[in-house]
């Protein structure tokens, strides 16, 4: 399985020029040999989701996957500032960040929302990023297990095929104080045998989990190349072509032998 290498931009940039300079800048810099060896995701604002997914259609961009920061779980109706799934999928987006705990932490999100909007996204047939993980470093193992188990609740086994976790330990997001590779292996291997209770082993290994918090181009190639780690989820390091483009070859083969 190729890398995967996630950019959330958050709530950035502040145009939409800017968004598409920046876009551009990340697939300008997709040599052959990027796109053949690493899987690359940049979720945007929704506001720049449209143009983007136009600029992918000029570009005939088909490498790169455009992806939604959050969505909402009903189909349609009084939900004043909600976009549904339909929506995305309309402006052809159909991989979408859920549970961000900065979402959790301002949007007041609990896991019995993001349970429901995970179930709408896989009913619209969307990939879903999880993204889950503690406040408190000496709880990991307990939060990891109370939200994964709360916010797959009803998913069945099939429906995993579309799912990826990523582990973001919230006290190493922006702090640029991330985890240690080896220990956040060993929460990879933690949320990879919840998942095995929850269907098998064979699912358990075929969810990719990404590691989230503080990741830059100085320490990437350390986290890719751990062998439970799928990938990585980057927020602030992604706001910056060579930053990000930098991340994207620490997850090339070539680079991790
Ligand atoms: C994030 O918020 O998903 C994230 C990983 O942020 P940063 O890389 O800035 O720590």
């Known amino acids: ?81 909600e976009i549904s799934p339909a929506m995305l999928a309309d402006s052809g987006i159909r991989t979408v960040i859920i549970g961000h705990s900065e979402r959790r932490r301002y949007g007041g999100e609990t896991d019995e929302l993001i349970n429901q909007k995970i179930i709408a996204a896989f009913k619209h047939k969307f990939r879903v990023i999880l993204c889950v993980g503690e406040q408190n470093k000496d709880e990991a193992f307990e939060v990891l297990e109370q939200e994964i188990t709360a916010d797959l609740a009803g998913v069945g086994k099939a429906q995993l095929q579309n799912l990826m976790i990523a582990y973001e330990p919230i006290w190493a997001i922006g702090s640029g104080a991330p985890d240690t590779p080896q220990d956040s292996a060993q929460k990879m291997l933690y949320i990879r045998r919840l998942i095995a209770k929850k269907a098998n082993a064979k699912a358990a290994f075929a969810v990719p989990v990404l590691y989230g918090g503080s990741v830059t181009e100085k320490n990437a190639r350390d986290f890719l190349q751990e062998e439970h780690i799928d990938g990585v989820l980057v927020g602030g390091a992604s706001l910056k072509p060579q930053s990000f483009l930098a991340i994207i070859a620490a997850g090339a083969p070539e680079a991790l032998h």
């Open 1 to 81: 399985m190729n890398k995967i290498i996630a950019a959330n931009w958050k709530m950035n940039p502040g145009t939409a020029a800017e968004a598409s300079a920046l876009a551009e800048g990340v697939l300008n810099g997709m040599t052959a040999e990027l796109r053949k060896n690493t899987s690359v995701i940049l979720a945007a604002p929704f506001v720049y989701l449209r143009d983007l997914a136009m600029l992918w259609e000029r570009r005939r961009e088909r490498h790169v996957v455009l992806a939604a920061q959050n969505m909402f779980w009903a189909e349609k109706g009084a939900y004043t500032g």
